[in-house]
């Protein structure tokens, strides 16, 4: 008998993004001539910047022809494209990342899933509340948790990110082994300083802990007394490591490419406290499964390096950062608190009422989808994230609806 991995059946029964397309699609099926206007998942609308576009165009011409055809690339990703983000992403800001620290993958969400891999059955798991769903439902599927109760899982150490502490949790009053973080914050669009950041660095030297740092919106901060990188702060390489990604900073959610920093000098520990280089089961871990990312996606991502590239998303990051104003302004002038939006796609809306209502209310009188805060976590409740990746004219006439059932 084939019998099933129990811990499958303690997730809830869907992905949040998949249950809210789901009841969208319903209610499209229902209101066929309602148009709606997509501020949930935050995916791109923008197309490809023009220098990726024309990158792609020649390395697809370059498989075409045998002499300049490739196979199988190197599962950790092609010199060319990790020689550029060492370069222009750390050593350009002052941080030594060297180009074989970096792991090229097709996305931030398959490697921050897929890393707890590497971690014993009973380490103990810090996750910020709200939180982005994949670190928790993956170590759910791995059997490091009991089950979900009160929209919690049983097991994991939740730290609260709430209005009351600006929305940065406090360190765990508890020892843990592994912290997720991510800044600015999926979903509420928080960010944090490198005085903040500093005092998770150094809890995680003194508890020989992990941090797993998710930095898929540095490219969103504005504010430049913020870190862009976990690294920026001093001994975080022992301890941390950085999942980044093309897909919001340059749209590529569709067409796939990320990246994942594991610093050689990152240890974890054996049963008897001995030292293993993080980098090595990794590598190891890569080799194995994953077999690199298409080197025409590749080459389109090392476009973005280009001086064309990097002006043409940034063009971009201000389009989204425009329509998140926006969302601020009409959201605040309603009398709604909300955070996030300044050095983030996202804001993050107190709605004073059950998320899902909320939900419901903003689908079913505007046709305007966002994400039920309380689909991130139990201090979700009461709140919604709206996502600014849409066109302005959308952005706009999702306001005015907004603006209208107020
Ligand atoms: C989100 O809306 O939270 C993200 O688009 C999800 C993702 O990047 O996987």
């Given amino acids: 008998m084939i019998k099933v991995n129990s811990h499958y059946l303690k997730l809830k029964s869907s992905y949040l993004f998949a249950d809210i397309a789901r009841r969208v699609r319903d209610f499209q099926e229902k209101n066929p001539n309602v148009s709606i206007i997509r501020l949930g998942i935050g995916d791109v609308t923008l197309p490809l910047p023009p220098a990726c576009i024309k990158a792609l165009h020649q390395a697809v011409d370059e498989m075409a022809s045998a002499s300049t055809f490739r196979g199988y690339g190197p599962e950790q990703g092609y010199d060319f494209l990790r020689e550029k983000i060492a370069q222009h992403d750390y050593q350009a800001r002052g941080v030594d990342i060297s180009p074989e620290e970096i792991f090229i993958s097709d996305g931030a969400k398959c490697d921050t899933g897929n890393f707890q891999e590497l971690f014993a059955q009973d380490i103990k798991i810090a996750v910020p509340d709200p939180v982005y769903p994949v670190y928790v439902d993956t170590n759910v599927m791995a059997g490091r948790t009991g089950e979900f109760k009160d929209e919690r899982y049983e097991g994991l150490v939740y730290l609260a990110s709430t209005k009351e502490n600006n929305y940065l949790p406090e360190l765990p009053s508890q020892k843990v082994d592994l912290i997720y973080l991510c800044f600015p914050n999926n979903p509420t669009g928080a960010t944090i300083g490198k005085e903040e950041l ?39 390489k022992k301890v941390a490591v950085e999942f980044r990604s093309f897909s919001k900073t340059a749209g590529f959610t569709g067409t796939r490419c990320a990246f994942t920093v594991v610093p050689k000098e990152c240890v974890i520990y054996t049963e008897q406290g001995n030292p293993i280089e993080l980098h090595k089961l990794w590598l190891r871990r890569q080799t194995t499964k994953f077999n690199g990312v298409a080197y025409p996606i590749q080459r389109a991502a090392e476009a973005v390096y280009s001086p064309e590239g990097q002006q043409e998303i940034k063009n971009n990051i201000n389009y989204y950062l425009k329509n998140a104003q926006l969302i601020r302004t009409t959201i605040s002038d309603l009398g709604l608190h909300c955070v996030g939006g300044e050095n983030s796609p996202y804001i993050w809306i107190e709605c004073k009422r059950d998320s899902w209502e909320f939900f419901d209310l903003l689908l079913q009188k505007a046709g305007v989808v966002c994400t039920p805060g309380v689909g991130f976590g139990k201090c979700g409740q009461g709140y919604v994230r709206l996502s600014a990746f849409n066109s302005y004219e959308n952005v706009q006439e999702a306001m005015q609806r907004i603006k209208n059932i107020f």
Avoid at 198 to 218: G, H, P, Q, S
Avoid at 221 to 231: A, M
């Fill in 198 to 236: 500093t005092r998770w660095v150094n809890y995680a030297l003194e508890n020989k802990a992990l941090i797993l740092f998710d930095a898929a919106y540095e490219a969103f901060i504005q504010d430049e007394n913020l870190p862009h990188s976990i690294f920026e702060i001093p001994q975080a």
